[in-house]
């Protein structure tokens, strides 16, 4: 069983920055692959980062590329999203997700088996 917090979400202007927190609990967090989700206001959940358990694979959403970075500590059972240059189309529900995918990464949510609740992150204009 892993459960997932989530913070670091905020109100920032655009061409901003924040750094999201997925803190896990269990002792085999470190061999999950974490993935990074939003979902705007009234639209569908999208696919942003995700890092397998070695940090050795990161693919982003092509959106997100060259302006938000996925990373991991593992004795800290801890991911996180660093995102800068914020536009406010970037205005979502950051939920991050855990499973078990060997040293694969999946940018389907429907794979994975643990959610977090969300963190808001709004960017004005």
């Known amino acids: 069983q892993v459960q997932l917090v989530e913070s670091g979400g905020g109100l920032v202007q655009t061409g901003g920055s924040l750094r999201l927190s997925c803190a896990a609990s269990?002792?085999?967090?470190?061999?999950?692959?974490v993935g990074w989700f939003r979902q705007p206001p009234g639209k569908e959940r999208e696919f942003v980062a995700s890092?397998?358990?070695?940090?050795?694979?990161?693919p982003y959403a092509d959106s997100m590329k060259g302006r938000f970075t996925i990373s991991r500590d593992n004795a800290k059972n801890t991911v996180y999203l660093q995102m800068n240059s914020l536009k406010p189309e970037d205005t979502a529900v950051y939920v991050c997700a855990a499973g078990r995918f060997g040293s694969a990464t999946t940018r389907y949510p429907a794979a994975y088996d643990y959610w977090g609740q969300g963190t808001q992150v709004t960017v004005s204009a």
């Open positions: 269990g002792r085999t967090f470190s061999s999950y692959t």
């Open positions: 890092i397998n358990w070695s940090g050795s694979s990161t």
